[in-house]
T-cell receptor
């Protein structure tokens, strides 16, 4: 299957700082990428849909000014958690869709964010 | 997207077939059935998908009932590494559709 790389895999930061997470499709072009968040013992919750060259579409309840998404190229989307607070500590996962082979979403390995 | 219902947990003996059921009684004609799994602390892994015909790949088989209201994912020879949460998702197959994850089935493969 297609490969999606997510970096970093783990980040610890102080409250009030910003953290950037990168999501790259390594062997295919992705016009659409998705960002999810997963709290312990819960399922994945979609945060936003990112389309190359346009503004992201955020799910209800997700603050767009706090979770900045940039999808500047067909292989890279970034999520920046601005002014992070302890309640933002979570597992953030990106996915990218490949049109070839049936519109399958492939997921990155995830980024575990811990805000102190 | 149609809602799916899966048992919260299942056990399977190593080397035996694991049969994971999923009900999707409100599925629409243009919605596919997708299966993903998530091993602890990793991103979900795509397994298989189908519309109405049974499908098989190197990982698993997908059996969809004729009325499409339910399906079964079959892992023919489960190993300990197949221990994971398995998600059944129904969604239209187009470039922009999102996946809505439910609770999934926690499969525990035991020696």
């Amino acid at each position: 299957g297609a490969v999606v790389s997510q970096h970093p895999s783990w980040v610890i930061c102080k409250s009030g700082t910003s953290v950037k997470i990168e999501c790259r499709s390594l062997d295919f072009q992705a016009t659409t990428m998705f960002w999810y968040r997963q709290f312990p013992k819960q399922s994945l919750m979609l945060m936003a849909t990112s389309n190359e060259g346009s503004k992201a579409t955020y799910e209800q309840g997700v603050e767009k000014d706090k979770f900045l998404i940039n999808h500047a190229s067909l292989t890279l989307s970034t999520l920046t958690v601005t002014s992070a607070h302890p309640e933002d500590s979570s597992f953030y996962i990106c996915s990218a869709r490949t049109v070839a082979g049936g519109n399958i979403q492939y997921f990155g390995a995830g980024t575990r964010l811990s805000v102190l | 997207d149609a809602k799916t219902t899966q048992p919260p947990s299942m056990d399977c003996a190593e080397g035996r077939a694991a049969n994971l059921p999923c009900n999707h009684s409100t599925i629409s004609g243009n919605e596919y059935v997708y299966w993903y799994r998530q091993i602890h602390s990793q991103g979900p892994q795509y397994i298989i998908h189908g519309l109405k015909n049974n499908e098989t790949n190197e990982m698993a088989s997908l059996i969809i009932t004729e009325d499409r209201k339910s399906s079964t994912l079959i892992l023919p020879h489960a190993t300990l590494r197949d221990t994971a949460v398995y998600y059944c998702i129904v969604s239209v197959n187009n470039a922009g559709n999102m996946l809505t994850f439910g609770g999934g089935t926690r499969l525990m493969v035991k020696p």
